[in-house]
């Protein structure tokens, strides 16, 4: 019997593994993977069948490449919209496309507001990781995963508690395959179910450790560019949040070694997403992809995590064993962090 439809995967080259912990929520809903599809290629894509595609992401480096070919079957939710490249994305061509697929559920509220503000058909989705399945054969473990800290609020941590602490960050080295990142982005998300605590100020890691129920706390930081970009409206509320200074200043602000457990306002959410992405595809498995056995040594992890302003502003990561990778893709090749495969 011939296949009506096929199933694809949103794959991507930026060195943020956050985009493939989006990837990781979406294969909840496939009962195979047939192809991968650049999010920065969708207009290029060409199939001989329709290709169902969840289009949860940050969208994206080249907005002259949306809206995708005939050829995708989407369903748009999860989306963020960055706001300085939404002059230049909505074309009467993107317009029509996302009224006709719509309504789109949008990651947060500013893209929400912007999108029916020009008339096009929207609501809040949130985050297609909170539908992320936590696996009970992950035990909880003793150390605190800091995600993308300044150091002086992991100093500061480290002053109030004698459990082990490890700062980790979004940014990996661009000579890992597509394959190889997806695996590396479900031992972050084990590593980030098994933590007594995490302290974050990115959605990649506050957003599924809502759904892992790890307790955590979303640091509001003084990052104005994170304050500017509308990223935060309408999940910033779901989390035990304070201020990066009120941390600072006040130690009880939140007990690390007896965190407070998570809000439960992502609940409807998630159920709302499961339902819409399992009816878009047919299909729901409701058993975790996280992995019980491959939850690494917390230094392996660190060496597979880039300390983004280290990797730019020093010489440091010449050191690392894919230096000569890493020359050849930037000197010679001329690839930079969102370069396309």
């Known amino acids: 019997m011939e296949k009506k439809f096929q199933f694809g995967l949103l794959k991507y080259a930026a060195m943020n593994i956050g985009d493939e912990i989006q990837s990781i929520a979406a294969m909840r809903f496939l009962p195979h993977i047939d192809c991968y599809i650049h999010r920065e290629n969708t207009h290029k894509f060409h199939s001989d069948i329709k290709t169902k595609l969840i289009m949860n992401a940050w969208w994206m480096w080249r907005p002259k490449n949306f809206p995708p070919s005939k050829d995708i079957d989407p369903l748009l939710i999860s989306m963020y919209i960055r706001r300085d490249i939404r002059k230049r994305i909505l074309t009467e061509k993107t317009k029509k496309y996302l009224i006709e697929h719509g309504p789109v559920g949008c990651r947060d509220k500013d893209t929400e507001e912007w999108l029916k503000s020009n008339n096009i058909p929207a609501y809040f989705s949130g985050c ?14 003793d150390y605190i995963i800091a995600v993308d800290v300044p150091e002086y609020i992991e100093n500061e941590i480290r002053k109030r508690t004698n459990r082990p602490v490890y700062n980790l960050f979004r940014v990996i080295s661009p000579c890992f395959t597509q394959e190889e990142r997806y695996k590396i982005a479900k031992i972050l998300l084990s590593v980030y179910q098994s933590a007594h605590c995490i302290i974050t100020s990115k959605l990649h890691a506050a957003m599924p450790a809502l759904a892992l129920e790890t307790p955590v706390l979303l640091l509001d930081s003084n990052d104005n560019n994170l304050h500017n970009d509308g990223r935060f409206v309408g999940l910033k509320e779901l989390c035990n949040v304070v201020k990066e200074d009120d941390f600072m200043a006040d130690k009880d602000r939140y007990d690390i070694d007896a965190p407070p457990r998570n809000p439960s306002l992502h609940l ?3 159920d709302k997403l499961i339902k819409t992405c399992s009816e878009f595809t047919g299909y729901n498995n409701e058993n975790s992809l996280l992995d019980e056995n491959i939850i690494p040594e917390l230094e392996l992890l660190k060496l597979i995590n880039y300390n983004y302003e280290k990797v730019f502003k020093t010489a ?3 050191r690392s064993k894919d230096a000569f990778k890493i020359f050849i893709k930037r000197a010679i090749l ?3 962090r969102h370069d396309l495969d």
Request: no cysteine.
């Open 268 to 270: 409807a959410l998630r």
């Open 334 to 336: 001329r690839k930079r």
């Open 128 to 141: 297609l990781t909170l539908t992320l399945q936590r696996n009970p054969l992950i035990k909880r473990k």
């Open 316 to 318: 440091h990561w010449l």
